[in-house]
């Protein structure tokens, strides 16, 4: 670590502590040249994969337009801010722990639409229909169908 004052390449380690989250690290430092003392900070940094286009073209990651997406598909439907916040980290989360570099589109849309399709049927179906670009009123019958037979999304009247 250089010296942030003489630019000197050594120092040395003279505290180190952990963040209560325990995902932060604070060394104190002391430079051995100028006797100045500094702090660092060590955060894990995680990668997310490069995300390529139908196209074939490559963007980076961005958390803002996975939040549009869903946010638009969920435009005035009664879902809770935390279950929206819960699903982009879940996806996330996939996304991070593939251990891939780089993403096919098709499959963040996928994982979209999985977890649209836990939150509300409503917003599955519409971003389904620009996802699937659907074209006639079959394509809508058949993701309607779809899912009113997942017995997953049946809710149970007793409860």
């Known amino acids: 670590m250089h010296c942030p004052f003489c630019h000197q390449e050594d120092t040395q380690v003279i505290d180190t502590r952990t963040s209560e989250e325990g995902d932060i690290t604070r060394r104190r430092r002391r430079c051995s040249h100028c006797d100045k003392r500094f702090t660092t ?8 994969p490069v995300i390529v286009k139908k196209n074939g073209s490559r963007t ?4 803002s337009k996975l939040r549009g997406s869903l946010m ?6 009664p ?8 699903a ?12 891939e570099r780089e ?4 499959q963040i849309g996928e994982l979209v639409m999985r977890e ?3 939150l509300d049927k409503i917003a599955y179906i519409r971003f389904a229909s620009v996802y699937r670009s659907f074209e006639d009123i079959a394509e809508f019958r058949d993701a309607i169908n779809e899912v009113d037979l997942d017995p997953k999304l049946v809710k149970n009247p007793d409860k």
Not at 72 to 77: E, P
Not at 103 to 106: A, D, E
């Open 41 to 48: 900070y060590e955060r894990i940094e995680l990668a997310m």
């Open 60 to 63: 980076e990651f961005e958390s």
């Open 72 to 77: 638009l598909a969920l435009r005035k439907r």
């Open 79 to 86: 879902v809770p801010a935390d279950a929206v916040d819960g």
């Open 88 to 99: 982009l980290q879940r996806i996330e989360e996939k996304l991070r722990s593939s251990g």
């Open 103 to 106: 993403i096919l589109s098709g």
């Open 116 to 118: 649209l399709k836990r």
